[in-house]
């Protein structure tokens, strides 16, 4: 009888075509979600079908089975954007009472130092803007949307801060440079009790005093100084989000170290126009130049530079080319002092101490040019219209040459009975004939042979004077005065990470 009866009510149920069509989407319905068996869905049928003055639209159930919708079609984040922007205006502080300031708090997510153009001064970063405060407005109760406490809304619908960057460079003159023109356009996070919260990405562009005396080893201190254009702090109070700035994100610049980033906040009175504050958010950026690059590419061939400015007085006075050698190694010098200038800015604050130091060594090249010209003209000096006299033979072939170890013919006895006393010291000093081929008489061809001797001893003089000035000016412009600079200099923040 069991058998017969479900098979007769089931039966009933395929003979009447509304029966049908409500077994069918039942079975859907209760299969999917509920896991019922065709058995519950049959009976659910039958009694439907059954009681046709007591029917109920099959829409209605699958409704209540589906996400939360209102009758009207409408989800819940739909119902409260609607609630929530029904009569709002976005153009006025979203405050009930006007005396009430809106307070910003206001904080930066650094990730990446772009770039320092010190040419211009103008300072790059990549920052996620974080901006946060309370839209009286935009309250709800959870409860009555399912428990929803949090609404993500497009920033053009809200009230936005007017935040700008008061250091900012523009790239075009007709452009509104603040954060709700001309940026990524993301949205904002609005919770329940009124918090609004939206960090939008941006690319900054500001300004940075640079101080290039110790270039390129120096270190850079730039600021961002953020504040409301138009409302002053009794309207929107600026304040600082956290004591820190974000550096999770951070990606390492190859020419800059970060060294530290700290934030501070400012309250200024512009008693030109306006009696009420006007408080402002500033973040000082620490920044340390990687000196290897510039070390490579700038020192090291300006220190072999100077090498050869060296060799000038190496050359043998009669070679002909230390003249050549000399201008050079100046025009070297010339080429790398302009690839230097045009990275600088122009500016007479300071002076960097690369060029100081590309001063130096031209210098000394010029110098040595100078120097190897009197040389050449002393080696070449004709003994009828030149004798050489006795002052020159005890200092410079004498003392000099001992004292540089340089090889001469000098004979104290040939200068009489007064220079007895010399003999002495003079006879410390090896004798050799610089030409062989030369004989000694007296027709004028030692003193001939006397002057080239001269020359030989002032140029060794002059190799070791500029070999000492090019490792001093060396070891105070690029060792020591840079050490001096980076004394403060501590660990940096992004060693840390």
């Known amino acids: 009888m069991g058998f017969d009866g479900s098979l007769h009510q089931t039966m009933t149920v395929w003979r009447n075509p509304f029966a049908f069509s409500t077994l069918i989407a039942c079975c859907c319905i209760d299969l999917v979600v509920c896991g019922k068996t065709p058995v519950h869905v049959t009976r659910i049928a039958q009694q439907r079908a059954s009681n046709s003055n007591a029917y109920t639209p099959i829409t209605t159930e699958v409704a209540a089975l589906r996400s939360p919708v209102s009758k009207s079609g409408l989800t819940d984040e739909q119902r409260l954007l609607r609630h929530l922007l029904q009569g709002y205006e976005k153009n006025v502080r979203p405050v009930r009472n006007a005396s009430t300031p809106i307070v910003v708090r206001l904080g930066i ?92 990405p941006t690319k900054m562009r500001s300004t940075c005093k640079v101080n290039i005396q110790y270039f390129p080893f120096d270190t850079q201190e730039c600021q961002m100084k953020f504040g409301s254009w138009v409302y002053n702090g009794l309207q929107v109070d600026v304040v600082v989000q956290t004591g820190n700035v974000d550096l999770k994100n951070y990606v390492k610049n190859g020419e800059w170290e970060l060294q530290s980033v700290t934030v501070e906040r400012h309250v200024t009175f512009y008693t030109s126009c306006c009696p009420e504050p006007f408080p402002d958010v500033t973040f000082r950026i620490v920044i340390r130049r990687r000196g290897l690059y510039y070390a490579y590419n700038t020192l090291f061939p300006c220190i072999m530079m100077s090498v050869l400015t060296l060799l000038v007085f190496v050359l043998p006075p009669d070679s002909g080319e230390k003249i050549a050698l000399g201008i050079t190694v100046l025009l070297a010098f010339s080429v790398i002092m302009l690839s230097v200038t045009e990275k600088l800015p122009e500016t007479s604050d300071s002076i960097p101490l690369i060029g100081i130091y590309l001063t130096t060594v031209m210098t000394m090249a010029s110098v040595s040019v100078i120097m190897t010209v009197v040389v050449i003209n002393i080696d070449w000096r004709q003994p009828e219209k030149h004798p050489l006299s006795d002052w020159v033979k005890r200092v410079i072939l004498g003392k000099l040459a ?96």
């Open 402 to 497: 001992h004292a540089l170890r340089v090889d001469t013919n000098y004979n104290p006895g040939h200068l009489g009975p007064s220079s007895e006393k010399e003999e002495d010291n003079a006879g410390r000093v090896s004798v050799r004939l610089c030409h062989d081929a030369e004989i000694v008489n007296d027709d004028g061809l030692p003193v001939r042979k006397e002057w080239r001797q001269v020359a030989q001893v002032m140029d060794r003089c002059l190799f070791w004077i500029f070999c000492a000035a090019t490792v001093l000016s060396t070891v105070i412009l690029l060792v020591i005065l840079p050490a001096i600079g980076d004394r403060n200099i501590g660990v940096p923040v992004e060693d840390t990470l």
């Open 109 to 200: 997510a650094l990730t990446h130092l772009f770039d320092l153009d010190e040419r211009n001064q103008v300072f790059t970063t990549m920052v996620w803007l974080n901006q946060e405060w309370d839209d009286e407005l935009l309250t709800w109760d959870p409860a009555d949307y399912h428990g929803l406490t949090v609404l993500v809304v497009p920033c053009e619908l809200l009230w936005l801060p007017d935040m700008i960057l008061y250091n900012k460079i523009k790239r075009f003159c007709s452009s509104a440079d603040d954060y709700t023109n001309g940026y990524m356009k993301s949205r904002a996070l609005v919770r329940h009790n009124g918090t609004v919260f939206w960090p939008p």
